[in-house]
């Protein structure tokens, strides 16, 4: 099957709230998907609701071809998840809790084998409630692998967490990818979702607003590549009725966008041309970041200015 999960139009209500207001996606088997967005974006209900948790109020999904609501105990069988805030039993240790699960689900996993694919063989005795943040989500992956899921829903898995305990997760997720499984992971981390995402799509107040792989979303969405040179603003006034190009002066720099290749060269002979001292240049380009906080602050202001009244 080529699409792990389809989701056509999906709504969710709480009362008045649309907290997830009309969204469609596909996820392509045996990659990983990254839903981003600020907290409250609706990345956990419609996570939930592709779990079989949540019920949706509108809408199509499918998950490895079942509906999650109506096929749960089926679907449940297949999928492995780790909750937002995931936490356990203080007294039981990774290695009770694996044994403990492979029951509730018939399965039959070996403890110090888990443990190992997720780095955390040297704690299997460890009471969970010793476990450092790090430590307890990766209790949480070698849970939801318990059954040798063909889906991994992984909800904000490195939020709170130090760097590197988060690139331990990483590395995780990209075993988990290399096996063949597909991966939905949510975060509001940029750069992880850059990192480990083959697709992302960014949501924000319950509605997508940008999807693609990063370089697409950066392409599609980002300001054009920048000449960057450490200069006074005099060399931007100089540069500005030279060049039909946006020329711009932040923080000790003068950035002069670039429309097509040849406009780096057009530039360097203009700034060496105008004798104006100058110190070493550079490109820059807008990171899924800087797109993402474009994206949702454009979307906030005309949320404002819909609001306002005349
Ligand atoms: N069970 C619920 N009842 C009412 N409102 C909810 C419930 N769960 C979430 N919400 C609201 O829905 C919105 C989206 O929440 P959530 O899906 O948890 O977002 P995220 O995971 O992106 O932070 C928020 O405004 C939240 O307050
Ligand atoms: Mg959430």
Redesign the pocket.
Known sequence: MADAIEVEHLVKR??D?A??AGIDFKVRTGTVFSFL???????????EILEGLRRRTEGTTRVLGLDPWDDATALHRRIGVIP?DFRFFDKITPREAIRYYGALFHTNPDPDELLERVKLADKAGARFDTLSGGQKQKMGLALALTNDPEVCFL??PTTGLDPTARRAIWDVIRTLKSEGRTVFL?THYLEEAELLADQVAI?HH?RIIATGTPNEIISAHGRPERLRFQASPALAEYLRPKLALPVTVADGRVEVELHDKADALRVLSAVDASGIPWQNFSTTQDTLEDVFVRLVGQMDDGALKSETPA
Do not use: F, M
């Open positions: 709480y009362g709230l907290a997830v967005g600020p907290n409250g974006a609706g990345k956990t209900t419609t996570t937002q909800d904000e949510t949501i319950g």
